[in-house]
């Protein structure tokens, strides 16, 4: 049978911004079959081993694999590739994006880094001519651990740094886990909500694009007055809310379709100790791969991969917070509040070309105080500014447009820009 090279996410975002539901059936794709990679034969390291950048970790299940990985703009990623590196866990056999990112704000500039960790439980990634790059702190207090220490990658798809006992036998206490630094990926048993005892709050962030993983405009968590929800903030503002969830879905995360296959069990708990939501996936015939993916327009989707020996069943239910009704179906789905100049039916479409510019419609931008602007940021500030027609989104900022410039269709096979150019329903 043939390979089918299909990427789910890329296809969500090429759909009409309502909520769509699919099926793709695809045969699993080996990863380490088309890149120059290195698994190692255990799902641990240990203090005075080191995980190089062409090596990787597998859960002991083979669900999940660490290692380094590149960004790409497709929403996909590549091993063992020239670029800007970074460690981060994903499913081994479905290309799909990496479901925890190690050193989101700090990459590694070249293939030179190597994952360790020290005899106090930190991890650190190494790399050449540069200093080294911390993924998790040592707890302040702690004593020192003397090396009884390892770092576990589980088929939960979680990394749990835990003291070893006597016998080299894990004694049970984790010191620190990927779960509690999630980044754009909810997977089952993880937990968002708050931790009493520490006031910190653990929630799921998007990037700032598909090849930059630093924290972008949107925020999945959980409700903070109490009710069974879950909502979604732009820079702090409430973007949008599940409604009241129950095991069936609610009235804004439609869950339809995955419910002919799977039984979902979602947890709203709340104790002295912890408020909480998370899910899981009960017992199917199938095994079965399930993450909440939120993208950099603030959507949602639930993707449940039903393996078997032969094939892979993907079933996907994407939950979009932008309302769309009156707008044209490659509109850019963000919502945004009325202001007194712009029309109800307008909106940015993006086209590919690039803008002429009259003499002072052409300004760059940088959204104040991050390391640079996502392309909700881009397409707010030009949409608040009466004056603006058109925008372009790239990793170190924004190009804006004002009225007066004109737009010049470039449909070569050369040409990778894009332009948001301002429109309306007809």
Known sequence: MSETNTSPRKQLMALSPILVSFILIVIPTFLGSIFAI??????????????????????????????????KESSTFELGSAGLRYVGIWFQRAPIDPVWVGNPTKSVSDSSGSLSIDTNGVLK???ADAFPILVNQRPAGQLSLAGNVSATLLDSGNFVVQEIGPGGVASGRVLWQSFDHPTNILLPGMKIGFNLKTKKEVSVTSWI????????AFRLGLDPSGANQLLVW??????????????????????????????????????????????TIKKTNSSVLSSWFLDTLGQITVTNVLSSNTSSTWISESSEPCKTDLKNSSAVCITEKPTAC??????????????MDNISGYYPYSYGGSLSSSLSDCHGNCWRNCSCIAFQAFSDGCHYWGKGSKFVPDDS??????TYVLDSVK
């Open 413 to 418: 096979i050369y040409s990778k820009l894009i």
């Open 209 to 216: 694009s598909n090849q930059v993983p630093v924290s972008g």
């Open 234 to 279: 732009r820079h702090g503002e409430i973007y949008w809310s599940s409604g009241i969830l129950t095991n069936n879905g609610s009235s804004q995360l439609t869950l339809d379709l995955s419910r002919r296959y799977i039984d979902y069990d979602f947890k709203f708990v709340s104790d002295k100790y912890m408020k909480y939501f998370s899910y």
């Open 38 to 71: 290195s698994p190692l034969k255990t799902d641990t390291l240990k203090p005075g081993q080191q995980l190089r950048d062409w090596e990787q970790l597998t859960s002991a299940g083979g669900i999940f694999t660490l290692g380094f990985f590149t960004p």
């Open 125 to 127: 990634i190494t790399q």
């Open 342 to 355: 712009r029309k109800e039916s307008e909106y940015f479409e993006p086209r590919r070309g690039y803008m």
